[in-house]
């Protein structure tokens, strides 16, 4: 047998997928070479370090045996079997390399250079291409076919031999804005239709004609990519072996000659990318296949839309300014560090020490978060710190530490491959999270059953090959009434697992909880008229999570973002237990995490009443820890909550702000509350890439740097600690975590007391550790050779956690709580009649101060409002009409769109547009034990408009002045 | 801050606990508001609701002197 080959940082394409099953040994080229059963003989030999030639074989791809390039001999077996499709058997003798073999694919490449232009010096391919490559390895000197000169046609050339126009020659279709399809040359490998179909799971793609007429073609005749299904995840660009599908960006810089490998900075999912460069000019990201998040599969964000990094838009000089009416001066660090210290202390003199805050970003790293709760904790000597997963998943971390112990989503992403049922509540994962979404379809496709509960019909619920066996859609607002429905059949048809409840979790608990829930008034009967969801549909979803075997949740803020957000987290928590779908693959709860690291900025002391490790500040013992580690005292009362902060500020009690990383003006609801609320404080502090919609508020601006720019840690849905590496300097000076630390550093000076000294990120990962139970074994040296690692990460767990509550929950035995149904006190009525809720889309995220400054605004430059026919037709509503919808807090003006997807009653709309201002329209309502705003639930009315309403214009005035800058000084 | 913000916050958490068996609901409602309301949030509830007692839920007037 060959020495073993280390898999870790070996990303050679093995040609088919991996196997699992008994071993099997069989010789190859002389060689010994043990695999497991149901491997490919192509796969055994790359596994020896043999590659076999191959063209339309890629190993995250069933093997499809077309190109016969990779024919071999076998032994006792007649011709010359394809490797990629011949399995492996125990005593095998196979020869890669003879003279039959190499004669065949001389003839094979032969004839597929024949149909290929030969302009490889020109090509974007070149030195990037498979079929070069190939060409290579057979060894193929010359080229026989030559086309006669009577007229014979080649399909990549626009005039065939006598002059006449080609009918077959296709033209490039450069439609979509980040990669070109060259028909000329394709070789109908098979493998971008493949990769649309089996690893991304829309099936945009196909293969038109037979034989020679073979043509790779998007969607239906007269569609080209961009009107085609394509959501453009880049698979089938990754898939092309030539330079048929090709990124733009390739075709412009030039193929890369270095890579690194690091982790993207959009959503929750937390994907692996290779950044390809040359010199510090990223030329592409491919997803890294050993990402263990992503297994090799990415989405158009995080493939395609970095263009922000450099966009002109970006500001890389700090800038002060003495109040928000005056236009912005540039100045340098030293003196932007020093007004902001010099304000923020006056503030703390005049006001109080807790008259001061920060908010700490969850699209930050790791060490940088860790450092603005730092800052405030043990500078500013508050607890005034919070973060955007109040407003997102805020209810997740008080739900499941209260029924389980711990916030942490129970599972891996692997583990949706062994799930039987799929419940998705209040996620929309094609959008919001789209390479799960690609990994839940796979499985989908292979037969697990599908649960969709939310108001509207997302992608999921009908989509190529996949068809939701129940679409629960309820009225929004009435989750805990239909998940306590749930848990009635469950509990009164007697599916529970009285064995893993009696094992793991309150027996008493459970008898009043079961008592509870098997009152008639949860009966799926009792709540139909108000929820809105058919009895019988409800009592067959509940059977078929209950029974059907591996039953995983996973939710998203449609669950979280409500009055009840905590109760219904309570609530799913408590489905998981009834039917003991917790502690094992292919189980639990999980809450789909929404931005890149809100994981992180939780587990980082975020939050005004928790030290790092979700530990309570009342907790002396634990604050012990950080006084030792900080030599100050820590304040033992908590500290205000980001709606808390804004209340605070309108009243005059709160005066000062450091906002990393995040835009509340746009993002958080009540815009008018958001604008008063910082319009009255002293000193805002912006730290970002760009002059976002907060920044209009703010007195202090200090260039951020980009995920590109820096080094450090995300932490994804799945609690996995990713490496973020630097690819290129910081464009504007600094990484964030030094800019913190400059911060930092100019009170402490003033104040003469001792300063921050790190030098590197992994100093704060350590300090980290060595103050959090949950991090104790992490650090950077591990991550470099492990890759990442799930937390808990600590000696009990030397390996990290793919899967909480094994044996036992955290919190010792399972907690089942009572969830009453309680309405929110937004309702609807003649003024205001329809249910507002609010989602995201594909290729924009979160308040899209990224995606809105790339290419993907293609795909959705506006939002819009969904509203059903019917209500539009009442209302006088065509498509595309202006509409003006108005709530309690405010109004605005969008376009409309109609369409089915949601219920009469209800309209639907995003936020990823600051012209739309759709939180104008949302309330301060909020979740009752987290102050989550309920963002889904807005009662308001929809009437024919003009255009943008005087709040729009008059914002867009505000914003166009407290945006101009001052030229720099000569 | 709006003190009838609040005390609609207050209310709100009550709400939950009243639906919660056992009879330390009240101890909840006030070991809720200490671990997530900071001292000034609980000061200013306090002196708001000695105005506006008939506003409080039940449980809120019993939870308001363990806090």
């Known amino acids: ?970 | 801050m709006a003190a009838d913000k609040l005390l609609r916050m207050a209310n709100q958490i009550a709400t939950f606990f009243a639906t919660q068996p056992g009879r330390d609901q009240a101890e909840r409602v006030a070991a809720h508001l200490k671990d997530f309301w900071g001292p000034e949030m609980r000061a200013e509830l306090k002196a708001y609701a000695l105005d506006h007692d008939a506003d409080l839920n039940d449980l809120v007037r019993r939870a308001l002197p363990l806090i």
């Open chain 1, 1 to 970: 047998m060959k020495d073993f080959i280390i898999p870790w940082g070996d990303d050679r394409d093995m040609g088919t997928p991996a196997r699992q099953g008994a071993p099997v040994s069989l010789i190859i080229d002389g060689f010994e070479v043990t695999v497991p059963e149901g491997t490919s003989v192509m796969r055994a030999a790359a596994i020896a370090g043999i590659s076999v030639p191959k063209l339309c074989a890629s190993d995250n791809l069933e093997a499809f045996g077309s190109c016969r390039l990779c024919v071999v001999e076998i032994e006792g077996r007649r011709g010359t079997p394809a490797s990629c499709t011949t399995p492996v058997a125990a005593g095998m003798v196979v020869r890669t390399q003879s003279e039959q073999v190499k004669k065949i694919r001389k003839g094979v490449m032969e004839l597929y250079i024949s149909d290929h232009p030969l302009d490889c010096l020109t090509c974007s391919a070149n030195g990037d291409c498979e079929l070069q490559d190939m060409a290579g390895v057979v060894g193929l000197r010359d080229q026989r076919y030559s086309p006669p000169a009577d007229g014979m046609r080649t399909h990549f050339a626009a005039r065939d031999t006598s002059g006449q126009v080609n009918p077959d020659y296709l033209p490039k279709d450069d439609s979509n804005p980040y990669f070109t399809y060259d028909p000329a040359k394709c070789i109908v490998c098979n493998r971008c239709v493949r990769a649309c179909e089996e690893v991304q799971g829309t099936f945009a793609l196909t293969i038109e004609g037979r034989g020679f007429d073979s043509r790779v073609s998007p969607g239906g005749a007269g569609d080209d990519f961009l009107s085609s299904d394509c959501v453009s995840c880049g698979a089938c660009v990754q898939a092309c072996p030539t330079a048929t599908l090709q990124e733009k960006s390739v075709i412009e810089l030039g193929t890369p000659t270095r890579s690194v490998i690091t982790t993207c900075a959009y959503c929750g999912v937390g994907c692996s990318f290779k950044a390809e460069l040359n010199g510090d000019e990223l030329v592409r990201m491919t997803p890294y296949k050993h990402g263990a998040a992503n297994r090799g599969h990415s989405c158009v964000k995080g493939r395609f839309a970095y263009g922000y990094a450099t966009h002109a838009d970006r500001i890389l000089n700090p800038m002060i300014r003495e109040s928000i009416d005056q236009p912005w001066r540039e100045v340098g660090w030293q003196e932007a560090l020093g007004f902001a210290a010099a304000r923020m202390r006056g503030i703390q003199a005049r006001y109080g020490r807790k008259s001061v805050g920060v908010i700490t970003s969850s699209r930050c790293t790791n060490e940088e978060t860790y450092l603005v709760q730092k800052l405030t904790r043990a500078v500013f000597l508050n607890n005034n710190t919070d973060t955007c997963a109040r407003v997102c998943h805020s209810p997740t971390g008080y739900g499941l530490g209260q029924t389980f112990g711990t916030s942490a989503g129970t599972q891996n992403f692997d583990s949706v491959a062994l799930a039987d049922v799929v419940v998705v509540i209040g996620a929309n994962p094609t959008d919001g999270h789209p390479v799960f979404a690609s990994r839940l379809k796979k499985r989908l496709r292979a037969g697990a059953k599908l649960i969709v509960i939310d108001p509207r019909r997302i992608d999921l619920v009908k989509t190529p090959h996949i068809e939701a066996a129940h679409h629960l859609a309820l009225r929004p607002g009435t989750n805990v009434a239909v998940v306590t429905a749930m848990a009635h059949v469950i509990v009164t048809e007697g599916l529970y697992d009285a064995e893993f409840i009696r094992a793991r979790c309150d027996w008493d608990e459970f008898q009043d909880y079961a008592e509870f829930v098997s009152d008639l008034r949860h009966a799926p009967e009792m709540i139909e008229m108000l929820t809105g969801v058919a009895a019988e549909d409800l009592r067959a979803a509940a059977r078929l999570y209950a029974t059907g075997g591996n039953g995983a949740i996973y939710y998203g803020l449609g669950v979280t973002e409500h009055s009840q957000g905590s109760t219904t987290v309570m609530a799913i928590a408590n489905l998981a237990m009834l039917t003991g779908n917790i502690g094992r693959e292919g189980v639990g709860v999980n809450p789909l995490r929404g931005q890149n690291n809100v994981q992180g900025s939780c587990d980082m002391g975020s939050f005004p009443h928790e030290l790092p490790g979700y530990r309570h500040v009342k907790n002396a013992d634990v604050r012990a820890i950080f006084e030792g580690a900080w030599g100050v005292e820590i304040d033992p009362e908590p500290g205000l909550r980001i709606p808390n902060m804004l209340d605070a500020a309108v009243s005059g009690g709160f005066k000062g702000l450091y906002c990393q990383g995040e835009d509340i003006l746009q993002s958080d609801p009540d815009t008018r509350h958001v604008a008063a609320g910082l319009a009255a404080m002293e000193c805002v502090i912006v730290h970002d890439l760009f002059l976002n919609e907060t920044a209009n508020y703010a007195h202090v601006f200090l260039p951020g740097s980009s995920f590109l720019e820096k080094d450090g840690t995300f932490t994804n849905a799945e609690r996995r600690i990713n490496r973020v590496r630097r690819v290129m300097a910081p464009r504007n000076g600094y990484a964030d975590w030094e800019i913190t630390q400059m911060l930092a550093n100019a009170m402490l000076k003033d104040a003469g007391r001792p300063l921050w000294h790190y030098t590197h990120p992994a100093q704060i990962m350590e300090e980290i550790a060595a103050t959090t139970p949950g991090f104790a074994n992490v650090d950077y040296a591990m991550l470099e050779e492990r890759g990442s690692v799930q937390w808990p990460c600590n000696d009990a767990n030397p390996h990290g956690s793919p899967i909480m509550h094994v044996d036992g929950f955290v919190r010792g035995r399972g907690r089942f709580i009572v969830t009453e149904y309680i309405a929110t006190e937004e309702r609807t009525g003649p003024r205001f009649p329809l249910l507002l809720t609010t989602g995201r889309i594909l290729s924009q995220y979160n308040v899209g101060a990224q995606t809105r400054r790339t290419e993907n605004t293609i795909w959705h430059s506006e939002d819009v409002l969904e509203i059903h026919p019917h209500d539009a037709e009442v209302r006088g509503v065509k498509e595309g009409d202006w509409v003006r919808l108005a709530s309690r807090s405010g109004e605005t003006s969008l376009r409309a769109h109609l369409t089915d997807r949601v219920s009469p009653g209800v309209v639907y709309t995003t936020f990823h547009h600051p012209t739309t201002q759709a939180n104008v329209i949302t309330t301060d309502y909020s979740d009752w034990a987290t102050n989550c705003p309920e963002y889904k639930v807005t009662a308001v009315q929809v009437g024919l408009s003009n255009g943008p309403t005087d709040w729009q214009e008059s914002y867009d005035q505000q914003a166009r002045l407290s945006r101009r800058i001052l030229p720099a000084a000569e």
